[in-house]
T-cell receptor, first 115, second 113 residues
Framework: GAVVSQHPSRVICKSGTSVKIECRSL??????MFWYRQFPKQSLMLMAT?????????EQGVEKDKFLINHASLTLSTLTVTSAHPEDSSFYIC???????????FGPGTRLLVL | GENVEQHPSTLSVQEGDSAVIKCTYS??????FPWYKQELGKRPQLIID?????GEKKDQRIAVTLNKTAKHFSLHITETQPEDSAVYFC????????????FGAGTRLFVKA
């Protein structure tokens, strides 16, 4: 099956700093990618839809100025957590649909810890 | 938008017994229903999926059923083993919704040896 990578896998940062997470589709092109957040013992909550060449679409309750999304190419989407705070500590997972297979592929996730 | 409900939140079974997890969805346009298994600290792993043009799909000990009219779909695991212990998520989405996938709340399955 197709492969989606994420980088970094784990990051620890100080409160107030910004963190960038990359999501790449390695062997297929993805005009759309999705960003999810998962808090401990909870489900994956969709944060936003990343659209190649246009603005991201954010789910209700997700601050677009805090979670900046850029989808500059057909294989790369980035999520930047700006001015991170301890409550932003979570597991961030991206996914990309392979439209030819009509299947979603998930990245391995990025564990963010904000001190 | 799509809303997916999943039950039960926790399920404990004896090794060898069957486990059933049920989900409902709200958006009749959804046409793809995957099930994921997530072990602690890892990404969700797709274990089986079903599309809206079929009512049932089976893969060894795992089967999924779909009732489009009632907007219900279920995961059935037979002859459970301790290694089946994990959190299972149902989800709904598909091409009709731009491949946006919405997850259920998850079911923590414990298989007791």
């Amino acid at each position: 099956g197709a492969v989606v990578s994420q980088h970094p896998s784990r990051v620890i940062c100080k409160s107030g700093t910004s963190v960038k997470i990359e999501c790449r589709s390695l062997d297929f092109q993805a005009t759309t990618m999705f960003w999810y957040r998962q808090f401990p013992k909870q489900s994956l909550m969709l944060m936003a839809t990343s659209n190649e060449g246009s603005k991201a679409t954010y789910e209700q309750g997700v601050e677009k100025d805090k979670f900046l999304i850029n989808h500059a190419s057909l294989t790369l989407s980035t999520l930047t957590v700006t001015s991170a705070h301890p409550e932003d500590s979570s597991f961030y997972i991206c996914s990309a649909p392979d439209r030819a297979e009509e299947t979603q592929y998930f990245g391995p996730g990025t564990r963010l810890l904000v001190l | 938008g799509e809303n997916v409900e999943q039950h039960p939140s926790t399920l404990s079974v004896q090794e060898g017994d069957s486990a059933v997890i049920k989900c409902t969805y709200s958006d009749s346009a959804s046409n793809y229903f995957p099930w994921y298994k997530q072990e602690l600290g890892k990404r969700p792993q797709l274990i089986i999926d079903i599309r809206s043009n079929v009512g049932e799909k089976k893969d060894q000990r795992i089967a999924v059923t779909l009732n489009k009219t009632a907007k219900h779909f279920s995961l059935h695991i037979t002859e459970t083993q301790p290694e089946d212990s994990a959190v299972y998520f149902c989800a709904a989405g598909g091409s009709a919704g731009g491949f946006k996938t919405i997850f259920g709340a998850g079911t923590r399955l414990f298989v007791k040896a």
